[in-house]
């Protein structure tokens, strides 16, 4: 039997909060061309990516 959609979109939610605290590690090592990097995965990541964008300060790094 398949999970219900609320499930599923927890499930969703809880791995896209593992990929931005991976993003968040990685984007305090990074150069400029990785922050640019990160900045478009954020975008392709989640519909709320301008206010993290704003917040992770990668304003100047996204184009």
């Known amino acids: 039997m398949g999970s219900s959609e609320r499930q599923k ?13 991976k993003l968040a590690v990685k984007l305090a090592k990074a150069n400029v061309s990785e922050r640019e990097m990160i900045a ?10 301008d206010v993290l964008i704003e917040n992770w300060e990668l304003a100047d790094a996204d184009r």
């Open 9 to 21: 979109e927890i499930k969703r939610r809880r791995h896209r909060r593992q990929k931005l605290r």
């Open 40 to 49: 478009m995965k954020l975008r392709g990541l989640t519909p709320g990516a």
